[in-house]
């Protein structure tokens, strides 16, 4: 029952990896040729761009942990590897809330001089928020190398022992703190963000409801479009990131299928969200039918 369950989330997780993989090289190579093409690239394709790339190489690893929990491999972590992990994981998760927060300041309508200066110059700041997150993972990386020792001998190793329970050691609790602070720093800023676009949404709806008949609301299927879009991203972020929580924390026995699962959890986010950023965004949407279209007739 077992060994069944396990072959059911790695056949869940290899179609998770091809279609994140496929979904986040589509927008990496459009946004790419367009680059090429007019030698410039609009800043919400440059974060989108530096987003996807990051996913993939999450998603190898990703899967690559299916792998070794699957065919019982060892795992061949070593501090070096741990950091670019890290490196990976977290700027991923910075470039994705800095998307939430693009995508707030350009929807939403809040009537404050500082949100309506941020709606200003947004576009402008992409391309320091990225190399911010840059060098603010760089320099957590950095400070985390020094005790990758506590991370990723004992504990990490742990998950892939042959016994069917694991016990995780303790962790100092200065490194407990600073890693729950790098967790809930950009939780509280996306959560921020993406809330108050939702809600400027629905209000927008609602107001349009109340005041054109419903037949004929013009665009309103267009904002709905847009608030599942945005409360699904919502619920892939936060999933993904209560998973990540639930793995880093756990202190009791675990069998290796729940903690398959909770790699299948993770791994819905990067796959999934970049399905739905192509699905709402025409260009990437229409390139995507168009490679799907050429696959077929070179078969």
């Not at 603010?136 to 742990?158: A, D, G, K, Q």
């Not at 993406?194 to 109340?210: A, E, P, Y």
């Not at 026995?253 to 299948?264: E, Y």
Request: aromatic share 14%; hydrophobic share 55%.
């Amino acid at each position: 029952m077992l060994e069944s369950g396990l072959i059911t989330c790695f056949l869940l997780a290899v179609i998770q990896f091809l279609l994140g993989i496929f979904m986040n090289g589509i927008i990496v190579v459009v946004n790419g040729i367009d680059l090429i093409k007019h030698r410039k690239m609009a800043p919400v394709d440059l974060l989108l761009s530096c987003l996807a790339l990051s996913r993939t190489f999450l998603q190898l690893f990703i899967f690559y942990i299916n792998l070794v929990v699957l065919f019982l491999m060892k795992l061949i972590v070593y501090p070096e590897s741990y950091i670019i992990i890290l490196f990976i994981n977290e700027l991923e998760i910075w470039l994705a809330t800095w998307l939430g927060v693009f995508y707030c300041t350009k929807v939403s309508s809040v009537p404050h001089p500082l949100f309506i200066w941020l709606k200003m110059k947004i576009s402008k700041l992409v391309p320091w928020m990225i190399l911010g997150s840059l060098l603010y993972v760089s320099i957590i990386c950095v400070f985390r190398s020094r005790y990758s020792e506590f991370f990723v001998p004992h504990n990490l190793m742990n998950f892939f022992s042959q016994n069917d329970t694991i016990q995780i050691e303790d962790i100092p609790a200065t490194q407990i703190t600073f890693f729950a602070a790098e967790l809930l720093v950009p939780l509280l800023i996306f959560l921020a963000a993406v809330l108050l676009l939702i809600f400027s949404l629905g209000r927008h709806t609602w107001q349009m409801r109340k005041t054109v008949a419903r037949s004929s609301v013009p665009g309103r299927s267009g904002h709905m479009s847009a608030w599942l879009s945005i409360l699904s991203f919502l619920i892939l972020y936060v999933s993904h990131y209560m998973m990540k929580a639930f793995l880093c924390s756990i202190r009791f026995h675990v069998r290796r299928f729940i903690f398959m699962l909770c790699i299948l959890v993770i791994g819905t986010y990067p796959s999934g969200h970049s399905l739905i950023l192509i699905l709402g965004n025409p260009k990437l949407k229409q390139n995507a039918k168009k490679f799907l279209l050429h696959s077929k007739c070179c078969q």
